[in-house]
């Protein structure tokens, strides 16, 4: 089984719908993250968190929010979807003492 | 704004030739770290050099870095079709936060 897990893996959806991505790990780590990806801008970190009761904003973290159910889950959400949330949507995680990120597979959100 | 910036953004060759990537960045960091993505996938950690190392390796990957240039590259010797996909520097600052470049994408025909 995989070690980090994204859920919907494909989603289409239309303007003003609440979404939500969901990210699961079974690696035991503290920190876990997401980012969106858009052709030719690489990644962008829109929230981050360091442990359960720790969220942080990124990069661009305006019209999402996030929730870390616990340790192994970490949702991020679209309150209201718009055409240019359009993107490949990675979830990532690290641990206390390990510098490299481990990546989920992405869930590719339309937003018509 | 990403950190780092990968040149160049495209690069072809052919099978059983070298690749070299390279990225710059602008501030301090701890850590330098490559990142590779098949297509559409997840990315998939390479390598990390720190910031007081000058040269590491790992199989066919060879990373140097100049903090005093504020630059890495990143050498893929005896390229295989395989290896055709997109590669990301990252630099990590003191907030331990990963900061992502754009990306060289590399193609390697057979």
């Known amino acids: 089984d995989a070690d980090v897990t994204q859920t919907p893996r494909n989603r289409i959806t239309k303007t003003g719908k609440r979404i939500m991505l969901e990210c699961s790990q079974t690696?035991?780590?503290?920190?876990m993250y997401w980012y969106r990806q858009d052709p030719g801008l690489g990644l962008r970190l829109i929230y981050y968190?360091?442990?359960?009761?720790?969220?942080n904003k990124g990069e661009i973290s305006d019209g999402y929010s996030v929730s870390r159910q616990a340790q192994a889950k970490f949702s991020l959400s679209l309150e209201s979807a718009i055409p240019n949330q359009t993107a490949l949507y990675f979830c990532?995680?690290?641990?206390?003492?390990?510098?490299?990120?481990?990546f989920g597979p992405g869930t590719r959100l339309t937003v018509l | 704004s990403q950190q780092g910036e990968e040149d160049p953004q495209a690069l072809s060759i052919q099978e059983g030739e070298n690749a070299t990537m390279n990225c710059s960045y602008k501030t301090s960091i701890n850590n330098l770290q490559w990142y590779r993505q098949n297509s559409g996938r997840g990315l998939v950690h390479l390598i990390l050099i720190r910031s007081n190392e000058r040269e590491k390796h790992s199989g066919r990957l060879r990373v140097t870095l100049d903090t005093s240039k504020k630059s890495s590259s990143l050498l893929i010797t005896a390229s295989r079709a395989a290896d055709t996909a997109s590669y990301f520097c990252a630099t990590e600052g003191s907030n331990y936060k990963l900061t992502f470049g754009k990306g060289t994408l590399l193609t390697v025909n057979p």
């Open positions: 990532a995680t690290s641990g206390r003492t390990v510098d490299t990120q481990y």
């Open positions: 968190s360091f442990d359960v009761k720790d969220i």
């Open positions: 690696k035991g780590h503290d920190r």
